[in-house]
């Protein structure tokens, strides 16, 4: 199971840390990465960290803004997010995969554990 959290309300301009912690064991072939829901919108893939070899994807829309890591002794991720604009608000999902590939990456049908979600509110 993933545990999501580290969400909350920032003025634009601020940052945050979400961090993602998974209760069981995650082996080397496993991708995690976070994705995104916005009111009124679809769920958007935000970062990856590609399987063992730490390879990081992002989206278009953060990239040089936000940086996903992890802390394999806490088998946890993080998501760093800098520069946080009204257009971050969303809700926050970290997401595992042991199945995803590189062209899968992106889309959310290639994870098959999901955290519970936790709120990014970015003011104005």
């Known amino acids: 199971q993933l545990q999501a959290s580290g969400g909350g309300l920032v003025q634009a301009g601020g940052s945050l840390r979400l961090s993602c912690t998974a209760s069981?064991?995650?082996?080397?072939?496993?991708?995690k990465a976070w994705f995104r829901q916005g009111p009124g919108k679809e769920r958007e893939f935000v970062a990856a960290l590609f399987r063992s070899g730490g390879s990081t994807y992002y989206a278009d829309s953060v990239k040089g803004r936000f940086t996903i890591s992890r802390d394999n002794a806490k088998n946890t991720i993080f998501l760093q997010m800098n520069s946080l604009t009204p257009e971050d608000t969303a809700v926050y999902y970290c997401a595992a995969s042991e199945r995803a590939i590189l062209s899968t990456i992106r889309s959310q049908n290639a994870y098959h554990s999901w955290g519970q979600g936790t709120l990014v509110t970015v003011s104005s």
């Open positions: 069981g064991r995650t082996g080397s072939s496993t991708t």
